[in-house]
C-alpha cells in the first residue's frame, strides 16, 4: 500500500518539455517498479515508461522512445518523467503506479495491470 501524487502536468506547445513527479509515500525499499501510463479521451490506458527502483533498469514505450526519459530519487521516493519534444499525440492524463512484487518477466513491465498502486493523474495537454 503506497500513496502517489503527480504533479507537472499542464499545457504546452509541441516541440518543448516537461517534467512530471510522482512523490510515494513510503520507502522506495518496499516498491520494486514505478511507472507511467497515460489515457487520451476516448482511448484506454498505455503504458509510457517503467523503472524497476533497485539498478535503475528502464523500459519504454516505442511512442516515447528517445523523447521522454524515467528516472527515480531514492532518497525523496520520486519517479520522474522527463517529456521532450512533446506533440499533440502526447496529450493525456499522466498517471503513475507501483509494483510491489517482483516480476515474473519484463512483460510485466507494460500492463497496467501489473501495477496496484496508482495516483489519481494529471493532465498534459500539447497543442500544436
Do not use: H
Not at 509510457?48 to 523523447?67: E, H, P, Q
Not at 520520486?78 to 516480476?103: F, G, H, I, S, W
Not at 512483460?107 to 496496484?116: D, E, I, L, N, Q
Amino acid at each position: 500500500q503506497v500513496q502517489l501524487v503527480e504533479s507537472g502536468g499542464g499545457l504546452v506547445q509541441a516541440g518543448t518539455s516537461l517534467r512530471l513527479s510522482c512523490a510515494a509515500s513510503e520507502r522506495t525499499v518496499n516498491t520494486y517498479a514505478m511507472a507511467w501510463f497515460r489515457q487520451a479521451p476516448g482511448k484506454e490506458r498505455e503504458f509510457v515508461a517503467a523503472i524497476r527502483w533497485s539498478g535503475g533498469n528502464t523500459y519504454y514505450a516505442d511512442s516515447v522512445k528517445g523523447r521522454f526519459t524515467i528516472s527515480r530519487d531514492n532518497a525523496k521516493n520520486t519517479v520522474y518523467l522527463q517529456m521532450n519534444t512533446l506533440k499533440p499525440e502526447d496529450t493525456a492524463v499522466y498517471y503513475c503506479a507501483a509494483r510491489a512484487a517482483a516480476v515474473a518477466s519484463v512483460t510485466y513491465y507494460y500492463t497496467a495491470r501489473s501495477y496496484s498502486d496508482w495516483g489519481q493523474g494529471t493532465q498534459v495537454t500539447v497543442s500544436s
